[in-house]
């Protein structure tokens, strides 16, 4: 993956963490910020799914190479309201993200639109691809 080195025990040690807590919590605690990531040429795409969240609700900080998303989506009940079922997950929810050094924070944008939030994270000039041109007898090989 992209924006971080693989550990595969940190990766076993998250999967079975996320089915215990989905066991004990339900599905809405492992679907509670859902995340697609996507490299493209110059940058990488960061689509977080939060309905229902009011934007000013949304932070998005960069500290060190921890990219944090913190959404709160607020209890919608009156004084006299009685919920008799409630699946929606309420509160506050954070994802914490570690960037490569190949990513930008600097020149990190994010939008959001129609309950998605989407992080924009450029890539730095050295890690875009880039052609080698091949000079003609400009260089002479050394001997030994």
């Known amino acids: 993956m992209f924006l971080a080195t ?39 795409l960061l689509r977080f799914d939060v309905p229902g969240v009011d934007p000013g609700s ?27 079922v409630r699946e929606r997950p309420m509160g506050t929810v954070t994802r914490r993200i570690h960037l490569s050094e190949n990513l930008d924070s600097d020149r990190i944008e994010a939008d959001y639109s129609g309950g998605v939030l989407t992080v924009r994270i450029p890539l730095r000039e050295r890690a875009k691809p880039r052609k080698i041109a091949i000079g003609r007898g400009k260089l002479k090989a050394l001997k030994a």
């Not at 998250?14 to 004990?24: G, H, I, N, S």
């Not at 949304?58 to 008799?84: M, N």
């Open 58 to 84: 949304i932070d998005v900080t960069v500290d060190g190479d921890v990219l944090s998303v913190t959404a709160t989506r607020e209890e919608e009940w009156g004084h006299d309201d009685h919920p008799f």
């Open 6 to 44: 693989i550990d595969p025990f940190v990766q076993e040690f998250e999967r079975r963490f996320d089915r215990l807590a989905r066991t004990a919590f339900g599905d809405a605690y492992g679907s509670a910020m859902p995340m697609d990531c996507v490299r493209r040429t110059d940058d990488v």
